[in-house]
């Protein structure tokens, strides 16, 4: 438990507390494999809870009167129903207000359920078996608030879901007619501090799966994405720029002279040149930007919502402060090729990048130590460009 304790300060400190609370920063690889995981476990909930449901019609069937049974019986096939057609819920894709949807439906049922059971038994005296079944409908409310604990949801989803359920239990139990004000009081206080349990549960597994992921989708030498998260990132920024006609650039890095570092000084030297590198992107690109390894000494920049324009001021500004010093003290600079969406008309992400890669190779003839855009304009340092 340290342990964990530990590495949850450690992130809070990091100022990712945002991200166990809103889902609004996620990063898009988090977004997928986390929708992805909430729509698994809603098939398997719904699967088990459609065989549990209909189990559960003979212990009405024998405890209860026959004018309360078959009503709730007819309600349980029904929810049987609906727990099937959840179950059978394609995993694919999906938008994350469809995947909350499923959940609010698969919540729903169970909690319907205890509504009707509610209403139905209002006003009854129940003794022996009769009595512990109301009591086991009446801890409905319990079972489906547990079960926002299985799925990793941030705060604001969680109580999203948990404040209508306090509230649906808090109405349908006033008007059975079955709650005074001292028993209302101790099921709103029980049902308080089971919706905290149950919320540090899902920002524990939550941050797990952040953790999990952030590991395997980054690069462990520079800290820059993988190739694969990398593409799964330009692949939704793309998507979207073109939903929403807006900008996409994209800027293919190649070390210029790397393999000399590695031959002159060692592999060491080398990879404290990439790390150095990706340090010196990350200062001087926005939040919303990401740098991708694509391999060896080849890197991939990300800009959405950045056109041409925008990519000269990006581009003026990496060549004049480049990514250090090599080890003889030389500037670390690199060859940079540029694409954008609209301005190259680009009808996938791969053609983009392909072209900003014959940009990249374009750079090197014109000399290296520069960018080269869509356009045809090279960008050099002024130094570089008054010596030329």
Same mark, same amino acid.
């Given at each position: 438990m340290p342990v964990l304790l530990q590495s949850m300060i450690a992130r809070l400190q990091a100022g990712r507390l945002v991200d166990l609370l809103s889902a609004r920063d996620h990063a898009p690889y988090l977004t997928r494999h986390r929708l992805d995981a909430v729509v698994s476990r809603i098939r398997l909930v719904a699967l088990t809870f459609s065989v549990l449901t209909l189990v559960w019609i003979p212990l009405d069937a024998i405890t209860l009167s026959r004018g309360q049974w078959i009503p709730l019986a007819v309600c349980r096939l029904l929810a049987v129903g609906a727990f099937l057609g959840l179950a059978m819920v394609k995993e694919r894709e999906r938008s994350r207000r469809h995947v909350l949807a499923l959940l609010a439906a698969t919540l729903a049922i169970p909690l319907t359920l205890f509504c009707a059971a !509610?209403?139905?038994?209002? @006003?009854?005296?129940?003794?022996?078996?009769?009595? *512990?079944?109301? #009591?086991?409908?009446?801890?409905? $409310?319990? *079972? +489906?608030?547990?079960?926002?604990?299985?799925? $990793?949801? +941030?705060?604001?989803?969680?109580?999203?879901?948990?404040? $209508?359920?306090?509230? +649906?239990t808090t109405a349908v139990q006033i008007a059975a007619g079955g709650l005074d004000a001292v028993r209302l009081f101790s099921t709103l206080w029980v049902l308080g501090l089971a919706l905290g349990v149950y919320l540090l549960a899902c920002a524990i597994q939550l941050h797990y799966m952040m953790a999990l992921l952030h590991r395997a989708s980054r690069d462990p030498l520079t800290g820059a994405l993988t190739r694969r998260s990398g593409v799964e990132t330009i692949d939704l920024h793309f998507r979207l720029a073109c939903e929403q006609n807006r900008p996409l650039t994209i800027a293919f890095i190649d070390v210029d002279n790397f393999k000399g570092i590695n031959d002159e000084y060692g592999h060491e030297a080398g990879d404290q040149a990439l790390?150095?590198?990706t340090a010196a992107l990350t200062q001087q690109l926005r939040l919303a930007d990401s740098v991708v390894r694509w391999g060896g000494e080849e890197f991939v920049l990300l800009l959405p919502n950045t056109g041409m324009d925008g990519m000269r001021i990006v581009c003026s500004r990496i060549v004049e402060q480049w990514f250090g010093a090599r080890p003889d003290g030389a500037p670390l600079t690199? #060859? *940079?090729? +540029?694409?954008?969406?609209? @301005?190259d008309g680009a009808g996938?992400? #791969? !053609?983009?990048?392909?072209?900003?890669d014959e940009r990249m190779y374009a750079a090197k003839k014109a000399g290296k130590a520069c960018c080269v855009l869509g356009t045809g304009v090279v960008i050099r340092a002024r130094s570089a460009a008054d010596a030329v």
């Open positions: !509610q209403l139905t038994l209002a @006003g009854t005296t129940l003794t022996g078996l009769a009595a *512990i079944n109301a #009591s086991l409908y009446e801890a409905l $409310p319990f *079972i +489906v608030l547990a079960g926002l604990a299985i799925f $990793p949801l +941030v705060a604001a989803e969680g109580l999203m879901f948990a404040l $209508p359920i306090l509230a +649906v790390r150095d590198m690199a #060859s *940079i090729g +540029v694409a954008e969406r609209i @301005g996938d992400w #791969s !053609q983009l990048v392909k072209l900003a």
